[in-house]
Each structure stands twice: as C-alpha cells, then as structure tokens.
C-alpha cells in the first residue's frame, strides 16, 4: 500500500471509530438526578400546562426543556398518579 492511500485509509478508521464512540454515548441512557423540590415543581406545573417543557424548565434555574422532559417520560415509563395531566 502506498503511504498516501495508509494515510487515507488510517484517517477514515479514526473517524468511523469517532463516529461510533459518540453512538454509543448517545444511546447510553443518561440518568437524571432531579431534587424532591425539582420533582415536586415539575409535577404540580405539569398538571397545570401539560406537556409545555420549555415553560416547565423555565421555573427550573439550570434545567433544560429536554432534560425536563427526559425525566418526566422516563418517570411516566411506570404508572403513576403524577404522570396525567389532569388536576
């Protein structure tokens, strides 16, 4: 093999070996620690709003829509009172 088509072909095996590392860390599920006032703020605006994340996380200083709403879903993956949206 010559040395420019080694290079080449180095450069793609450490960017396919990127691409996939960063597959698998956004396939990890991340867990989310949300304080009893955090949880007790997002169930008491959710049952006012519903699913409105972006107001919701706007109560939360440091919490974004999505983190919001990755830990309400994941919370609502068993059944619960809190989980519905009416009063």
Same mark, same amino acid.
């Given at each position: 093999?010559?040395e ?16 996939v590392?960063e597959?698998r860390?956004?396939?990890e599920p991340?867990?989310?620690?949300? !304080?009893e006032?955090?949880e007790d703020l997002v169930? /008491?605006?959710f049952?006012l +709003?519903g %699913?409105? *994340? !972006?107001?919701i ?5 440091? /919490?974004t829509?999505?983190? +919001?709403? %990755?830990? *309400?879903t994941s919370k609502c993956?068993?059944?619960s009172?809190q989980c519905?949206?009416?009063?």
């Open positions: 093999m010559s420019s088509n080694h290079n080449t072909t180095e450069a793609n095996t450490t960017s396919s070996d990127q691409f590392k597959m860390q956004q396939e991340t867990i989310l620690h949300f !304080s006032d955090e169930a /008491r605006m049952r +709003v %699913k409105r *994340w !972006s107001l996380a706007g109560r939360i200083p440091g /919490r829509a999505q983190e +919001v709403e %990755k830990y *309400w993956a068993f059944p009172d519905s949206s009416s009063a």
